[in-house]
């Protein structure tokens, strides 16, 4: 089966953008040139790309899909088509659902409902403890053998360093990776933002960079004592990127990840006590933010996650004292960045692409994010010249909380194809 998809284009190893035509034979990347068409293949399906960008799809190693236990947020199906229309073809879920996936036989039944409702690629983490409570370890290999991706407990920390110790010695050894959702909450004292100017002129109680760093600074020291692959969530302090290009540098196996809502925004921008400026960790200083761009520029941090993270109106719309923390960011994401970065001079186009696509493949070794000869056929289209304002109305997902809503931005998607086939497409869905 052969399918052509025609008028896009690339950004080459200038920077520069090139028109392209990509040739996809039985779901494989089989050429991409010019013209394929006069060449006299039959081309059984034509895609116009309409002068957009194409680019692997989009690999995003942390979302929230909260099926089983919380499907009134968002489901599998559901937030699967929101990575879809962001531009995704292969999502990593975490596991704080209801039940935890903490055996194989929870898990098993979690990637049955993936195989059945998930439009893109989706991995499933298993957690680090039993209900990510920071005791009893899980059987590893069990969980490995039932296909999970890697482990975390993310929307907690681990909170004992034993722990930590023991669950990266057990998986050091089955070759799987431990990621971590950092905060130590001895040092959390009710915080629901970042503490500083903002949370004092707000009346509210402030979450420390230290929350987060130092508990980084422990899990780096493990990872040295383990050997382990540890992998560090939303990345948001300037603390956490100068430990972890410190450990780098001492040569320990640790790889860390940054979301867009703490590249663009800060706790200045909170504009009053709102429920959807509420995300874990908050939205940090701008000292902060500096370090968190001059980290991806400099390699210290790998690579670009969501953490999208869906609530119901209901959760979100009230003080930040009694919302939950998290914000969607699936459908959002490139053109945010696009926007905010590429538009503004900031990162060029590739960098973008690669922190979006090959850096979180190469992270974790998944066969994603290249349109090399021979790659799946995972492909995404965007549209640079248009500029749309952020509308929930249109979103794939069930949720819509997100601060970023009635933003311009340009670069929104107009298709996703997974394995070859079309999965998602502006037209269809508007
Ligand atoms: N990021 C968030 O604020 N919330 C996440 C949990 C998490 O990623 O820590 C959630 O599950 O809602
Ligand atoms: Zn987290
Ligand atoms: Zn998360």
Redesign the pocket.
């Known amino acids: 089966m052969n399918k052509l998809i025609k008028n896009g284009k690339m950004v080459d190893k200038n920077n520069q953008l090139v028109d392209v035509d990509l040739w996809i034979k039985d779901q494989k990347i089989n050429a991409v040139g010019r013209n394929f068409e006069q060449t006299g293949v039959h081309f059984d399906e034509v895609y116009d790309a309409q002068g957009g960008l194409i680019t692997p799809g989009l690999v995003d190693v942390?979302?929230?899909f909260r099926e089983p236990g919380f499907t009134h947020k968002e489901t599998i199906e559901t937030g699967s088509k929101a990575a879809a229309r962001g531009g995704f073809t292969t999502v990593c879920a975490?596991p704080?659902l209801n039940p935890v996936p903490d055996t194989a036989e929870k898990l098993v039944k979690v990637q049955k409902i993936i195989e059945r409702d998930a439009c893109v690629k989706v991995l499933q983490y298993a957690p680090i403890t039993e209900e990510l409570r920071s005791e009893t370890l899980v059987n590893y290999q069990a969980l490995k053998d039932a296909g999970a991706f890697a482990f975390t407990n993310?929307?907690v920390g681990v909170q004992t360093a034993g722990t930590m110790y023991l669950a990266m010695k057990e998986a050091v050894a089955l070759n799987m990776a431990i990621v971590a959702?950092t905060e130590d909450e001895s040092l959390l004292f009710g915080g629901v933002m970042h503490k500083g100017k903002v949370s004092e002129s707000l009346g509210l109680p402030g979450i420390m960079n230290a929350t987060e760093a130092s508990q980084i600074a422990r899990d780096v020291i493990l990872a040295e004592e383990t050997g382990v692959h540890y992998h560090i969530?939303?990345v948001s302090t300037e603390a956490s990127v100068r430990v972890i290009r410190d450990a780098k540098k001492a040569g320990i196996h640790v790889t860390a990840e940054v979301c867009p809502h703490h590249l663009i925004l800060t706790d200045e921008d909170i504009p009053g006590d709102i429920g959807n400026y509420k995300m874990?960790p908050p939205l940090r200083s701008s000292r902060d933010q500096a370090a968190l761009i001059e980290g991806l520029l400099d390699g210290t941090i790998d690579c670009i996650s969501t953490?999208?993270?869906p609530h119901s109106h209901e959760e979100k719309n009230q003080s930040m004292r009694k919302a939950a923390f998290?914000i969607v960011g699936s459908e959002t994401a490139f053109s945010l960045m696009y926007t905010e970065f590429v538009e503004k001079g900031i990162f060029t186009l590739e960098q973008v692409v690669d922190w979006m696509t090959k850096k979180p493949a190469e992270v974790f070794n998944l066969e994603a994010g290249t349109l090399q000869i021979g790659a799946n056929a995972d492909i995404a289209i965007y549209d640079l010249n248009h500029s749309e304002p952020i509308d929930d109305r249109k979103f794939e997902s069930k949720a819509n909380n997100t601060p970023f809503i009635g933003k311009e931005v340009k670069g929104n998607t107009l298709m996703t194809f997974v394995n070859g086939q079309r999965v998602w497409s502006k037209e269809d869905s508007e």
């Open positions: 942390h979302v929230h975490m704080n993310d929307g959702h969530c939303h874990n953490d999208h993270a998290g």
